[in-house]
């Protein structure tokens, strides 16, 4: 059995209440851990307390930085403080950032230091704390297989009928590399070779670690866009603007029907924690229905 599981550093926000009711209603005998960060603070809202109590949903505090020290090699610990952080910024600019301490550099991406680098730090970093927790955990916590959701997905069908013996990620819209805001590992096996690549390219952010190349080295499948990420399919009602998921027009029923209709595995809405959806929004149509007895 696939152990489904997600990661939050800070207040969980209310807007997960569509994921998790996703996940129940399509996954009514599978198990939810949700690893709650108490490095930078966790805190589950009144509106959410009834994951604390449902039978499918195990709530897990731990420290993520506990489990960095452990298993992230090479590792520099010591670039904390105004100093660094003044460092970092010197180092950014443009006239600058050409000097290599240690990083990689795109212009979509700009800087991402390398692990080992003097200037490297993840403490304050909540994204890339994700990207390093959704690839540590299945390697510190589980057996089997493993399936890690970001918390700004919306479940659309039984993953379980996808999770078989490969590993799989989702495009990045059209770039040579995946999102791993879904990520699922068949063995503990193929865990720890996704964390011995992040340890040898040293660093564990989707563009540098689940490029086409590594992912056909550990044979992951990527999943085009189109059954993922309405916000990155062009040909989508609720293509190219996220808070078209939040907002009520007439066109929210057909953007819903429109899910299920070109048999989306799931929807990534993008962040938006902050978002208070508005009624009969896409978001607030598959609340309701998934919400329903």
């Given at each position: 059995?696939?152990?489904?599981?997600?990661?939050?550093?800070?207040?969980l926000p209310p807007v997960t209440n569509l994921h998790f009711r996703s996940f129940i209603h399509f996954h009514p005998n599978s198990k939810?851990?949700?690893?709650?960060?108490?490095?930078?603070?966790?805190?589950?809202?009144?509106?959410?307390?009834?994951?604390?109590?449902?039978?499918?949903?195990?709530?897990?505090?731990?420290?993520?930085?506990?489990?960095?020290?452990?298993?992230?090699?090479?590792?520099?610990?010591?670039?904390?403080?105004?100093?660094?952080?003044?460092?970092?910024?010197?180092?950014?600019?443009?006239?600058?950032?050409?000097?290599?301490?240690?990083?990689?550099?795109?212009?979509?991406?700009?800087?991402?230091?390398?692990?080992?680098?003097?200037?490297?730090?993840?403490?304050?970093?909540?994204?890339?704390?994700?990207?390093?927790?959704?690839?540590?955990?299945?390697?510190?916590?589980?057996?089997?297989?493993?399936?890690?959701?970001?918390?700004?997905?919306?479940?659309?069908?039984?993953?379980?009928?996808?999770?078989?013996?490969?590993?799989?990620?989702?495009?990045?819209?059209?770039?040579?590399?995946?999102?791993?805001?879904?990520?699922?590992?068949?063995?503990?096996?193929?865990?720890?070779?996704?964390?011995?690549?992040?340890?040898?390219?040293?660093?564990?952010?989707?563009?540098?670690?689940?490029?086409?190349?590594?992912?056909?080295?550990?044979?992951?499948?990527?999943?085009?866009?189109?059954?993922?990420?309405?916000?990155?399919?062009?040909?989508?009602?609720?293509?190219?603007?996220?808070?078209?998921?939040?907002?009520?027009?007439?066109?929210?029923?057909?953007?819903?029907?429109?899910?299920?209709?070109?048999?989306?595995?799931?929807?990534?809405?993008?962040?938006?924690?902050?978002?208070?959806?508005?009624?009969?929004?896409?978001?607030?149509?598959?609340?309701?229905?998934?919400?329903?007895?």
């Amino acid at each position: 059995m696939t152990q489904f599981f997600g990661y939050w550093g800070g207040s969980l926000p209310p807007v997960t209440n569509l994921h998790f009711r996703s996940f129940i209603h399509f996954h009514p005998n599978s198990k939810y851990d949700l690893w709650l960060d108490a490095d930078v603070g966790q805190s589950i809202p009144s509106d959410l307390n009834w994951l604390k109590t449902h039978p499918q949903i195990n709530i897990r505090v731990f420290s993520l930085k506990q489990l960095v020290s452990r298993y992230v090699t090479p590792l520099t610990q010591t670039a904390e403080g105004g100093l660094f952080d003044a460092l970092r910024f010197i180092h950014r600019k443009k006239i600058l950032r050409h000097i290599n301490l240690k990083n990689y550099y795109s212009p979509l991406f700009k800087l991402n230091y390398k692990h080992s680098s003097p200037l490297f730090t993840y403490q304050r970093d909540l994204v890339y704390r994700g990207d390093l927790a959704r690839c540590i955990i299945p390697v510190a916590h589980y057996d089997g297989p493993s399936l890690y959701a970001d918390l700004d997905v919306c479940f659309l069908s039984d993953l379980n009928s996808i999770c078989m013996d490969q590993g799989f990620v989702y495009r990045w819209e059209d770039y040579d590399f995946a999102n791993s805001a879904i990520l699922y590992l068949p063995s503990k096996k193929v865990a720890e070779q996704v964390l011995d690549v992040g340890n040898q390219v040293e660093c564990f952010r989707p563009w540098y670690l689940f490029t086409d190349v590594i992912c056909n080295q550990l044979n992951l499948k990527i999943y085009p866009t189109n059954l993922f990420d309405a916000m990155w399919n062009p040909k989508s009602l609720l293509a190219g603007d996220a808070l078209k998921f939040f907002k009520k027009t007439d066109q929210s029923v057909a953007m819903v029907e429109e899910l299920f209709e070109k048999k989306y595995i799931v929807n990534h809405w993008h962040n938006n924690w902050r978002t208070i959806p508005e009624t009969g929004s896409p978001y607030e149509l598959l609340l309701h229905h998934f919400s329903e007895k």
